[in-house]
């Protein structure tokens, strides 16, 4: 019986291989193989796994140099870093260690960023941040983020314009008041504009800058041809202008009615951000209560004519609103406003806004989102030309993508870990990579 079924195992086995119906598979699943067909995991024949490429077009790469527009977020709270970030989906590229004092600050407190692109030559871009608590202004390179230069200044920095034709910055002052309700006042009554210039090889201080003679000048604007620099005082409400071809400086009240001559430290409408286009000045004014009294000053936004030096509109939002940041949309002729609530976050009015405005600066409102979930927003960008994001920050650690047409949230990022669990992000700048 036995050697029947072995008989019959044969016969069937070699029908197989003359018919070829069911013919083994070699290790590359091949019928008939001879396993000098397999494909490793990159798709090469016979490879070894070691020409893989990720989604970037880099072999054995781990997707982190992939070209994407960037979002450069200033922590400026515990962590001392600056955060990258992806603009589709706001996913953290890399984190920027900012040490600018060899350690010898806790806290350095980055504040806010300027970009140089190099006309989309990164390897020729730079980025720029400067800290409150080390006083410095820091320089990177835009393609590895390496710091390439650090410089001290006499005084805390604040905000900052940047002119890439002439590699200037223009530095303004953190005044010595308390703006973000932590009982600690930081700045200083310095009046003067810090002008740096800057090279592959690093910074230059220019010595003198600019004096304003008014104290804490905290907001500052330069024009689309770099050629005025709009500034103002947060703690005497003056506005200035700086001609930066003849160096001429002019200044006037926020509100003459008040105060038509500078009052030391009258810290009433509190001018915080500007921006300049198309010959107008948009500044945001805090407000909130002020004097003995503790009238109530609404938050606002001012609208001036920069070549007569003169106030054109204003928009008023409640007391407790605090205006922060403010950003202009080229391609529309709109600005964005950032209202920050009260400062503790309890509640208040806080809010995204966009508005456009007329050719003679009077400013008409498009669309608020006033969501319960935006509270302590500080930072405010516009995306890319042709595109229709707005990023802004909230010093409780989010970030968020908008929609510019609906004002809808699109996409947020928490940036708090238990390693940084208040990164409190303050300024905020997209750069473009074509």
């Known amino acids: 019986m036995m050697k029947k079924i072995i008989l019959s195992f044969i016969v069937l086995l070699s029908i197989s291989c003359d018919s070829d119906p069911l013919s083994i598979l070699d290790e590359c ?35 982190s140099t992939c070209n994407g527009d960037r979002l450069y977020v200033a922590l400026q709270g515990m962590g001392n870093k600056v955060a990258i970030l992806d603009t589709d989906d706001l996913d953290l590229i890399e984190m920027i260690n900012i040490d600018f004092s060899d350690g010898s600050m806790m806290m350095e407190m980055p504040h806010y960023i300027a ?32 710091l390439i230069d650090v410089v001290s200044l006499e005084s805390p920095p604040a905000l900052f314009e940047i ?52 104290p804490s000048p905290h907001a500052i604007s330069i024009n689309e041809e770099y050629s005025k620099i709009i500034t103002a005082s947060l703690t005497e409400d ?28 009258i810290n009433r409408l509190k001018p915080l951000e500007i921006v300049q286009a198309n010959g107008f000045a948009f500044i945001t004014c ?54 920050s609530g009260y400062t503790d976050g309890s509640e208040g009015e806080s809010a995204i806004i966009k508005f456009h405005y007329s050719s003679d600066g009077h400013l008409g409102l498009d669309w608020e989102n006033r969501s319960s979930d935006l509270k302590l927003l500080h930072g405010i960008d516009v995306g890319p030309y042709g595109g229709n994001d707005l990023y802004v920050s909230s010093r409780d650690g989010s970030i968020y ?26 300024g905020i700048k997209f750069v473009h990579i074509p």
């Open 29 to 63: 699943g091949v019928s008939g193989g001879d396993n000098t067909t397999c494909t490793d995991e990159c798709g090469v024949i016979n490879g070894d796994n070691t020409t893989c490429t990720d989604e970037c077009g880099v072999i054995n790469g781990d997707n």
């Open 115 to 146: 970009i140089d692109d190099g006309n989309y030559n990164f390897s020729q871009g730079y980025w720029f941040v400067t800290t409150m608590g080390s006083s410095s202004v820091g320089m990177f390179s835009l393609d590895s983020n390496e």
């Open 163 to 214: 002119d890439p034709a002439s590699n200037t910055l223009y530095v303004s002052r953190m005044p010595n008041v308390d703006l973000l309700g932590s009982g600690m006042a930081m700045g200083s009554a310095s009046s003067v504009i810090d002008k740096i210039t800057y090279s592959s090889d690093g910074m230059l201080l220019d010595n003198t800058g600019y004096d304003t003679n008014h």
């Open 238 to 265: 003056f506005i200035a202008r700086i001609n930066l071809v003849s160096g001429d400086i002019v200044s006037t009240s926020l509100d003459p009615s008040v105060n038509p001559t500078p009052i030391p430290n």
């Open 286 to 339: 805090m407000g909130g209560e002020w004097g003995e009294n503790n009238e109530n000053i609404n938050g606002q936004v001012q609208v001036w004519d920069v070549e007569n030096l003169v106030k054109v509109s204003e928009y008023q939002f409640g007391s407790n609103s605090n205006p922060w940041h403010i950003a202009h949309d080229d391609q529309e002729n709109t600005v964005y406003v950032a209202l």
């Open 401 to 426: 993508k908008l929609n510019k047409t609906t004002g809808a949230i699109e996409s947020t990022q928490n940036l708090t870990t238990d390693e940084m669990p208040y990164p409190a992000p303050g």
